[in-house]
């Protein structure tokens, strides 16, 4: 059953501000900034929203005026688990209570004029699959602080990125690697730690343990806990062949690797 909860709850810092909305890198890497939506002009911005007002007649004039995603984004990163909408007038919190709905179905959580009183932010509290098409539906009930109703449900559809490595710690080209340090990996989506764990590989061949873990705002990693230490001034390459699998059954959309140098102790 969907479940959907209502917060007004503010950051106290820039530090808790990412924590709550899912937007703090985690340590140990550098996230891969191909995985963020483009920024895009503003033309061509409005153009791919393709939000259609409802007719301003009194009753009515309430309307989404922009989306983050844009209407029809079709490489989402299934990392950023939230959806930004900004209304045209001050909002009516009261009204969004059970008037948000997602499909695929699960858990959300709606906060309505926190930042702003004309937006709502609806966060998905649960991993978020990659290839899927999502929908939010809002419900043409909602109401602006004047009363006027949005007239007409509005839909915002958008599809998550293919599955693949977010990034890598050690980065591709990385040197002076300490022989002690364990390599991490990132991936955009939660992984089949099965199929996944038998497709990561280290050369020169090292044995290693792999530890599953996930971030407090659910990004998900894994670190390869090598049994001794690296060999010093050695070029190892860190991999990830198409084996691997989300949790979903989707295969990694292109091997990966990163090539990294070990420090010198002489």
């Known amino acids: 059953m969907l479940g959907i909860l209502f917060s007004n709850k503010r950051a106290d810092s820039a530090e808790e501000q990412q924590e709550l909305t899912g937007t703090r890198k985690p340590a140990g890497a550098v996230i891969d900034s191909t995985l963020l939506p483009p920024v895009v002009p503003a033309a061509q911005k409005a153009a791919e929203a393709a939000v259609k007002p409802a007719a301003e007649d009194g009753k009515h004039s309430l309307r989404v005026v922009s989306t983050k995603p844009t209407q029809n984004y079709k490489d989402h990163s299934p990392l950023e688990k939230n959806v930004v909408l900004n209304f045209s007038s001050p909002l009516d919190a009261e009204t969004f209570k059970g008037a948000i709905s997602v499909k695929p179905e699960g858990k959300i959580k709606v906060v309505v004029g ?153």
């Open 114 to 266: 926190e930042d702003k009183s004309t937006q709502v932010v609806v966060t998905f509290l649960d991993p978020i699959s990659s290839a899927s098409d999502f929908s939010l539906i809002i419900a043409k009930s909602v109401k602006s602080r004047s009363g006027d109703e949005l007239g007409a449900d509005f839909r915002l559809n958008f599809k998550t990125s293919l599955f693949k490595v977010a990034a890598s710690w050690p980065k591709d080209g990385e040197r002076n690697v300490p022989v002690k340090s364990y390599p991490y990996i990132f991936f955009n989506a939660s992984a089949d730690r099965v199929s996944a764990g038998k497709s990561i590989k280290l050369s020169p061949e090292a044995e290693f343990e792999l530890v599953w873990r996930e971030e407090t705002n659910g990004v998900p990693y894994c670190v390869l806990k090598h049994t001794e230490l690296f060999k010093p001034n050695t070029r190892y390459v860190l991999s990830v062949d198409n084996t691997a699998l989300d949790k979903w059954g989707d295969p990694l959309i292109a091997p990966f690797s990163a090539v990294f140098t070990t420090e010198d102790l002489k």
